[in-house]
């Protein structure tokens, strides 16, 4: 992507920075709630931002798919109805994303907006939207983003992105941010980032070696093609018995997966009044299948955890040509039961 | 007093000989200080995982997993949720003295057969708490524990630290008052010291004390957390409802949405449904994905339930629940 310009911001600046961005717009950035928890959330003050996150535990889907949104509300008197659609969105921030949560957007883009129906409040807060990746040197061990082919200094489907510059992420020694701006959204930030320097030549320098290193970390790739054809084939075997025999269905791999997108469509009405609401749901939950009769196609954890790794591995390569998994390792992260996903994708190469 | 054995080999015997079809143990996870259930299927199971393996393929794996047994401070999944499973297979689980009391539960709710149930017990002092530790280490990858008396050794991006095993473990096992298993056919290891504890730790007293207002705040904090995956509730051995109430839906009485009233009304149901059941292992603090800590409104209920009906949840699986009973002598009218 062609970079428009390049500022350099100084860490101990970075609160002037964030502040400058949360003029006029609503911030999600990495930040660490009072039990120390790395998560994304809305900042209520630019300190919030915590540079030294690796990957949050709550990723930054809530930007464009919040846990619940109201989709319009009503009244209802004398037997008519007011319908009321919701505000438009207020132009948003999404800061700090890791190019993994970066690739997650591109996968909930290509969903939200297939034809023949684009999903109207996903594209209204997405185009509301400025996306500001962050690049990171160092990977937490439970990511695996680089098997899948990301690298994390990759600023591509962004508009600005940062490159952490002196020192390793893990000892917290960066001292400086490069802000790349690479798209007119990144631009239309000119009042944030305007009073920074532009980077100099050993700036350039050090953000390409950055980039080289990262590049030159060659990793075994995963090989997407052998996992999708395998699971092609493997609808009815066996090897799902062992696989969901540990998960406890619980839908904690799901609401913190970043590119989990599934919802369920609620009433929420009190006396006269009422909103149409659609709220996270999961594969993972009996009920997401359960039908009005009272059939359930997907009876037992077996169907619904093969569901989940169809989902990720086969059905999304096969419709958008994109795993829908980004390696970020959340899930890993959270599973009660350890229920491993790189261990399950190794079992499916594995078999025969 | 149950025989003292050998883990893995009581496991092999007991799969090789077909006295049980599956033996639900642990295994190391692929995160450091973490364990993993491990769920073997033995030759003579009757809905084996893997049917369509050749014989000696069957008993590799079962060889190999077998071997992959461990039990220690990682181990800190009540395994005893997944008897559920396993209901009319005679099934062998590793049980912590806190797990034993939810198979005391289920027997008393008559949700096991004790014919079916090969009980390992497992005597221990407490499991590590992995996210204080990273909290503690300042990393996130805290590996390699190792245990010198009352100290553990940690070791974080190259250095090694000493802590206190009382700060290294979770809340739940530190105000353990049931170390050892009270119901078990085998035991892996000797008994260990229980340590005298107040009948009510100091934080409860302050919560007891406490206005209110403060007792608000505090609940709504907790419950602003929850995102509602239920974790606590898949992984909880008291919550086996076939519908939740929670997944009802004609009509609905849950709502879903992240207005903390949700969530609130959840967890108070959940709540009045384990009074009188709850044994307090803490599965459902550790499996939360958002920290919510659940465990000091188990332990309100828990001290209530002792306080009014002396009576410990899953200590004596011929004992009559409480909450579950009544008697003609009861001192209120209303229930005679």
Known sequence: MMTREIRIIPLSEMPAFVGALMQGHKVLAPTRNDDGLCVFAWLAAPEQADWTCGIPQVPPKQAFLPRTEIL????????????????????????????????????LDAVFSAEPSPDQPYLARRAATTLIGRGFTEQDPLVFCRELGIDPMDNRDCDAFLVPLAGGQAEHTTSRMALEILTDKGVALRLAYDGFPKAGVEDLAAIAEARKQSAARGVPLLDMAVIQRRLENIFNSDLWNRIHEPCVGCGACAFLCPTCHCFDI???VMGQDGARVRVWDTCQFDLFTRHASGHNPRLSQKERSRQRIMHKFSYGVGKFHIPFCVGCGRCIAVCPAHNDVRQILKEISDFK | MPKQVDLKTIARDLLTKGKVEVFIGYQAAS??????PLIIHGAKDSVDASQSMAPDAERDMMARKVAALIFDDRC???????????????????????????????????????????????????????????????????????????????????????????????????????????????????????????????????????????????????????????????????????????????????????????????????????????TGCGACVRGCPMNVDLRLYNDHLRSHVKQEYGFMAGMDSAVHPPLAMYSMGDCNEFIR
């Open chain 1, 72 to 107: 319009f509300t009503y009244h209802r008197e004398k037997g008519r109805e007011t319908i009321t659609p919701p505000p438009a969105p207020e132009p948003q921030i999404a800061l700090g994303l890791h190019p993994c949560d970066v690739q997650a957007v591109k996968v």
């Open chain 1, 266 to 268: 609620q009433e929420e």
């Open chain 2, 31 to 36: 995160l450091p200080l973490a364990a993993a």
């Open chain 2, 76 to 278: 800190e999944m009540n395994l005893v949720n997944y008897l559920h499973k396993f209901k009319d297979r005679k099934t062998a689980v590793v049980v912590k003295g806190c797990d034993s009391r939810s198979v005391v539960g289920l027997l008393q709710e008559k949700q096991v057969d004790r014919k079916n149930l090969v009980i390992i017990g497992a005597p221990c002092r407490g499991v590590v708490d992995r996210r204080h530790v990273a909290k503690l280490m300042g990393c996130d990858a805290s590996r390699e524990v190792d245990r010198e008396g009352e100290h553990f050794r940690f070791q974080c991006a190259g250095s090694w630290k000493r802590v206190k095993v009382a700060d290294a473990i979770y809340t739940a096992c530190r105000e353990c008052q049931v170390h050892n298993p009270v119901i078990a056919d085998y035991w892996i290891g000797a008994p260990v010291p229980q340590p005298d504890l107040p009948e009510l730790t100091a934080e409860m007293e302050a919560l007891r004390k406490a206005s209110p207002d403060h007792r608000w705040t505090r609940f709504h904090k907790e419950m602003s957390k929850c995102i509602l995956c239920y974790a606590c509730r898949n992984l909880c051995p008291a919550c086996y409802c076939k519908t939740c109430f929670a997944d009802a839906c004609k009509p609905k009485w849950v709502g879903r949405t992240d207005d903390p009233s949700d969530a609130m009304l959840f967890h108070l149901q959940r709540l009045m449904h384990l009074g009188g059941r709850c």
